[in-house]
Every structure is written in structure tokens, then in C-alpha cells.
């Protein structure tokens, strides 16, 4: 089969990280008979170097003709000017918007050859393996009012924390059909104990429980989750929560696999459901990390996990992302490692290296 992808390569390290996961892909393509036709843009600060805005028209129109988006990482010091008019978190913000994407996804799970990289207990961090499905265009980032004034007391600002029936119906039907592909367990993460959107929230997930009679639906507030993420994060299948929630949450998640080098995400414009392919952009949730850019020292493997993810949810290829997925583990398992999940005994590798090493395990 033929498919169109969008490759945004981004900054910092984004260029790197994006090249290996393009060389995986080729190799699937090579192994299974696909071809993966790639279209190429700027985002973020090369965008804005380019062309003075960090998402242009023309690649938004170039993402939306495609089947799925690859990004890498956007930002660095070179735009870091609070003054700025524009800044390359801007083009995040805007794809986003531009492309319908709702849902966040990222999963999280501690492979057992990498249970020493983590600061966490091994006995703790033993078995987990969850998705994390965070809302992503409702809630205080985009709520209204939303600004700052002076008064004859001093400043104040105010952000509006809203949400619609349909925007928390959707996102939580997210939830629930990935449960039904896994454990069969939901968790839905809110504050109804003091906001009203969070109590509108709980009754929506309660309402729609009867359509998945088949997953078994917990409710938990927010900072209760915050602490049993620590305390027994192996108890979790799939989490759902609102924005603000999901921001911090999945940050704090991220470190019980040891790196961000370990961790894709996948943002998507649809409900995902067995058979059925979504409109996604894929990206590692790690940033641009510009002190090793041009090194040879980003770990690609979160970036090329994103390509798998890819595989499975847009483009309807659930054994060629299984085939990355077993590549990736061969690797680990044979010892080779780069800089941030190095351990004693285990073979360090630069970012092309390791690229090339998955590729080569493609079966």
C-alpha cells in the first residue's frame, strides 16, 4: 500500500531523532511491501528562521492531505525572547488546532531490561504498562476569559477552565475504546470535589458506562492519582483525564520509564477503535534539547516508538508496529544502549547507530 506521510523534523535534536525514525519506517516498507511517500516541512524555529511564522499555511495545508504527521521537537534558546511576537511553541498550538487533534496519547511501560534506569524502586515500577489520554483543546489553556489587569489593589488575572458535554464525551469514549484493546480497566481523573467542570466530567464518564459494560470504570482525583502514580503505577491501564491534569501527569509518568528518550506519544483527530484508521501526529514528548543537538547523542527510539504508534492508528498496520516494537527490544536486550539509559556492561551507541541497528531487526 501507498501512504502519504508529513515529516516535520522541527529543532534541536528534532532533525536527528526524525532521520532515524524515517530510516525504520523505510525499512518496514522494504520488509513489507508498503511505500511511505514522506513530504517535508519546517515547524517551530526552523519555520520561523524561514519564514517568520512558526507553522506556515502552506505546511498545514501539506499535513492535511496526508495520511499522518511526524514531528520531531520544536523550541531553543535562539527563540527563548519573552518579547518575542512569535515563538515556536506557537506552531504547536496551531497544528493542533489546524488538524482537529483532541486526544493525547502516551503510553508508558518499563521494559524489564531498562527496570535499573529509573530512580524508582525496580519492585515499584515492575509491570507497569498504561496509556496515558489527555484532552487536548479544552480546559484553561483555551477557556474564556483569559487575561491579566491592574486595579487600584494590585494586578489579577483569570483563566476560565470550561468544557462542553460533546468535548468530554469524546475524549472519554477514547478512553474507554483503548481499554477495550487492553486490560479492560479505565481510570478517569478528575476534581469533582471542588470544580464544577470536573463534577460535569465524573457524570459523563458514569453516563456513558453502560455502552462498555466490558471495561471496569474507577473515578480518582487528581492529586490522589498524582500520588498512587508513585506509590503502585502498575495498578493503572488507561488514564483520562482533561488538559491542565493530563499535562502534569503525563510528565510525571514519563520518568518511571527512566527517560523521555523512551516515550512516544500520538495525537489524534478521532476515537481510536480496532480496524479503523485516525488522522494522528506523532512525536516524542521529549523536547529539542539543543546542548545535543549535532552530537550523535539523542536517544531515536521514543521518536521511532511515535512511528509505530503511526503504523497502528493511522495507517492500519498493527503487525509492522508490533514488528518496530519487537525490533526495538532486540536491540535493548542485546545490550546496546545510548547515553541516557546507559548502565554498566551495556554497549554505548550514538543516535545513528542505534537507528541503524532497529532497522536492521526489522523482520
Given at each position: 500500500m501507498r501512504f502519504e506521510l508529513a515529516v516535520?523534523?522541527?529543532?534541536?535534536?528534532?532533525?536527528?531523532?526524525?532521520?532515524?525514525?524515517?530510516?525504520?519506517?523505510?525499512?518496514?516498507?522494504?520488509?513489507?511491501?508498503h511505500e511511505f511517500v514522506l513530504h517535508?516541512?519546517?515547524?517551530?524555529?526552523?519555520?520561523?528562521?524561514?519564514?517568520?511564522?512558526?507553522?506556515?499555511?502552506?505546511?498545514?495545508?501539506?499535513?492535511?492531505?496526508?495520511?499522518?504527521?511526524?514531528?520531531?521537537?520544536?523550541?531553543?534558546?535562539?527563540?527563548?525572547?519573552?518579547?518575542?511576537?512569535?515563538?515556536?511553541?506557537?506552531?504547536?498550538?496551531?497544528?493542533?488546532?489546524?488538524?482537529?487533534?483532541?486526544?493525547?496519547?502516551?503510553?508508558?511501560k518499563v521494559l524489564p531490561m531498562l527496570?535499573?534506569?529509573?530512580?524508582?524502586?525496580?519492585?515499584?515500577?515492575?509491570?507497569?504498562?498504561?496509556?496515558?489520554?489527555?484532552?487536548?483543546?479544552g480546559g484553561l489553556y483555551f477557556g474564556k476569559p483569559k487575561r491579566q489587569w491592574r486595579t487600584s489593589k494590585g494586578r489579577r488575572a483569570v483563566d476560565s477552565m470550561t468544557y462542553s458535554e460533546a468535548e468530554i464525551e469524546r475524549i472519554i469514549r477514547a478512553g474507554y475504546e483503548l481499554a477495550r484493546t487492553r486490560r479492560r480497566k479505565l481510570t478517569s481523573v478528575d476534581k469533582a470535589n471542588v470544580l464544577e467542570s470536573s463534577r460535569l466530567w465524573r457524570q459523563i464518564a458514569i453516563e456513558l458506562s453502560p455502552d462498555y459494560s466490558d471495561v471496569e470504570l474507577e473515578h480518582q482525583l487528581v492529586d490522589a492519582c498524582a500520588m498512587r502514580l508513585i506509590q503502585s503505577p502498575s495498578q493503572?491501564?488507561?488514564?483520562?483525564?482533561?488538559?491542565?491534569?493530563?499535562?502534569?501527569?503525563?510528565?510525571?509518568?514519563?520518568?518511571?520509564?527512566?527517560?523521555?528518550?523512551?516515550?512516544?506519544?500520538?495525537?489524534?483527530?478521532?476515537?481510536?477503535?480496532?480496524?479503523?484508521?485516525?488522522?494522528?501526529?506523532?512525536?516524542?514528548?521529549?523536547?529539542?534539547?539543543?546542548?545535543?543537538?549535532?552530537q550523535n547523542m539523542a536517544n531515536p527510539i521514543a521518536t521511532i516508538l511515535s512511528g509505530a504508534m503511526m503504523l497502528r492508528y493511522s495507517l492500519g498496520l498493527a503487525a509492522e508496529a508490533d514488528k518496530v516494537e519487537t525490533a526495538i527490544n532486540s536491540v535493548l536486550e542485546d545490550g546496546y544502549r545510548t547515553y541516557d539509559i546507559m548502565s554498566e556492561g551495556m554497549k554505548k551507541m550514538g543516535t545513528r547507530e542505534m537507528g541503524e541497528l532497529i532497522a536492521s531487526k526489522i523482520a
Open positions: 516535520l523534523p522541527g529543532d534541536g535534536v528534532g532533525p536527528e531523532v526524525v532521520a532515524e525514525a524515517v530510516k525504520v519506517l523505510q525499512a518496514v516498507g522494504r520488509r513489507s511491501g517535508y516541512g519546517d515547524i517551530g524555529g526552523a519555520a520561523i528562521d524561514k519564514h517568520g511564522v512558526s507553522l506556515t499555511k502552506d505546511t498545514l495545508k501539506m499535513c492535511k492531505r496526508c495520511h499522518a504527521v511526524l514531528l520531531g521537537a520544536v523550541g531553543g534558546p535562539k527563540w527563548d525572547d519573552p518579547l518575542a511576537k512569535v515563538r515556536p511553541e506557537d506552531g504547536l498550538l496551531e497544528i493542533r488546532k489546524g488538524l482537529g487533534l483532541f486526544a493525547n496519547l502516551r503510553p508508558v527496570i535499573d534506569s529509573t530512580s524508582l524502586k525496580p519492585e515499584v515500577i515492575r509491570g507497569v504498562d498504561m496509556v496515558m489520554v489527555r484532552e487536548l483543546t493503572f491501564d488507561v488514564i483520562v483525564t482533561e488538559n491542565t491534569f493530563g499535562d502534569i501527569l503525563t510528565d510525571e509518568a514519563s520518568m518511571l520509564a527512566g527517560s523521555l528518550g523512551m516515550l512516544p506519544s500520538a495525537s489524534i483527530a478521532g476515537i481510536p477503535q480496532a480496524g479503523k484508521r485516525i488522522f494522528g501526529l506523532y512525536e516524542p514528548i521529549h523536547g529539542s534539547a539543543p546542548r545535543r543537538a549535532g
